[in-house]
């Protein structure tokens, strides 16, 4: 398995920036990676007015998640934040707009996995 470096997480933001610059701004034009995925693949995603990247690194049969959302409409990207979150197996984050739409994010058993679930228990919560 291929490790990202600290440096390879710089590129982050200019990546994000890059598929949200990409294209239509229309949500059904965009490029989607719906998973579940392995470690460093990324689901790509919009919910509401946000586009969402998310991949995770294994760490210790943890999931090390890394999400970036940004607005639909910012052409710069100047809008897009990195969030990094440590699941355990099974556990979900809840990502919520402002639009009141929510995507839940699941680490899998023993790290194996990330996936959007449809779960209603909240172990952590990020919007803006």
């Known amino acids: ?3 990202l470096s600290r440096n390879g997480f710089l590129g982050l933001p200019i990546a994000m920036a890059l598929v949200l610059a990409s294209g239509p701004t229309f949500a059904d034009d965009l490029p989607q990676s719906l998973g579940p995925v392995g470690p460093n693949a990324p689901i790509l995603t919009t919910v509401g007015g946000k586009r969402v990247l998310a991949f995770y690194e294994a760490k210790g049969g943890n999931c090390g998640m ?9 052409v710069s990207g100047g809008s897009a934040v990195r969030v990094r979150i440590a699941l355990d197996p099974r556990q979900v984050v809840h990502i919520d707009t402002p639009e009141h739409e929510s995507l839940n994010l699941q680490c899998g058993q023993s790290a194996g996995t990330l996936a959007i ?3 209603g228990k909240a172990i952590a919560s990020v919007g803006q």
Request: without cysteine; proline residues 0%.
């Open 66 to 74: 890394h999400v970036i959302i940004g607005d639909l409409a910012d």
């Open 117 to 119: 679930v449809d779960d």
């Open 1 to 3: 398995m291929r490790q």
